[in-house]
């Protein structure tokens, strides 16, 4: 059974950092592109930004809206995939999802950002 | 900035059919933006139906179809069911590699 479990989230200042991690299981993680995509509370989906395999030389892609505040990467021997947020913005605040490309999803971690 | 348009909400009668549109505002939506659709219901995480236009998972019931209709992506679901009330979600790939998605569409069975 295919397991996505994202953890990380919680509350942070404007300006500040928080690392999310999302733990897979289930599948043959390092063949799968993975994803991170937000929600704000009553909003709809945004898609975040997406990390390859190793055969793709790990590239990755962001939202315009995050490119240069955040970073994806990943540890294929631990099966995870991480995002690194850094200057956050009150406007940052969200469920945050990791999904494998295509498929599965998690359940979220939620991140808030407030002073 | 790429904006990727759905209707806001549609509604639909049991056993009806409906079909959910999603364009993009760079011009027609052709298979080189891998269209996908997702189900999402109050208080859960989203689910995947429709991946690269028309293929479906293994959960995604039958009356659940993609397509690209007058160059736009679609998602048609015949004999809805009450269950099948939820937000649906669209989300292309632009250049192969930067995904956007639609506002949603609520879907409402009535």
């Known amino acids: 059974e295919v397991q996505l479990v994202e953890s990380g989230g919680g509350l942070v200042q404007p300006g500040g950092s928080l690392k999310l991690s999302c733990a897979a299981s289930?599948?043959?993680?390092?063949?799968?592109?993975m994803h991170w995509v937000r929600q704000a509370s009553g909003k709809g989906l945004e898609w975040v930004g997406r990390?390859?395999?190793?055969?793709?030389?790990?590239?990755?892609t962001y939202a315009a809206s995050v490119e240069g505040r955040f970073t994806i990467s990943r540890d294929d021997s631990r099966n995870t995939v991480f995002l690194q947020m850094n200057s956050l913005k009150t406007e940052d605040a969200a469920l945050y999802y990791c999904?494998?490309?295509?498929?599965?999803w998690g359940q979220g971690t939620l991140v808030s950002v407030s002073s | 900035q790429t904006v990727v348009t759905q209707e806001p909400s549609l509604t639909v009668s049991p056993g009806g059919t409906v079909t959910l549109t999603c364009a993009s505002s760079?011009?027609?939506?052709?298979?080189?933006?891998?269209p996908n659709w997702f189900q999402q219901k109050p208080g859960q995480a989203p689910r995947s139906l429709i991946y690269?236009?028309?293929n479906k998972y293994s959960w995604t019931p039958a009356r659940f179809s993609g397509s690209l209709l007058g160059g736009k992506a679609a998602l048609t679901l015949s004999g809805v069911q009450p269950e099948d009330e939820a937000e649906y979600y669209c989300?292309?790939?632009?250049?192969?590699?930067?995904?956007?998605f639609g506002g949603g569409t609520k879907l409402t069975v009535l």
């Open positions: 690269n236009i028309d």
């Open positions: 289930g599948f043959t993680f390092s063949a799968s592109a």
């Open positions: 990390i390859r395999t190793k055969p793709n030389n790990y590239a990755t």
């Open positions: 989300l292309l790939y632009y250049g192969g590699a930067q995904g956007v």
């Open positions: 760079t011009g027609a939506v052709t298979s080189g933006y891998y």
């Open positions: 999904f494998k490309e295509g498929d599965h």
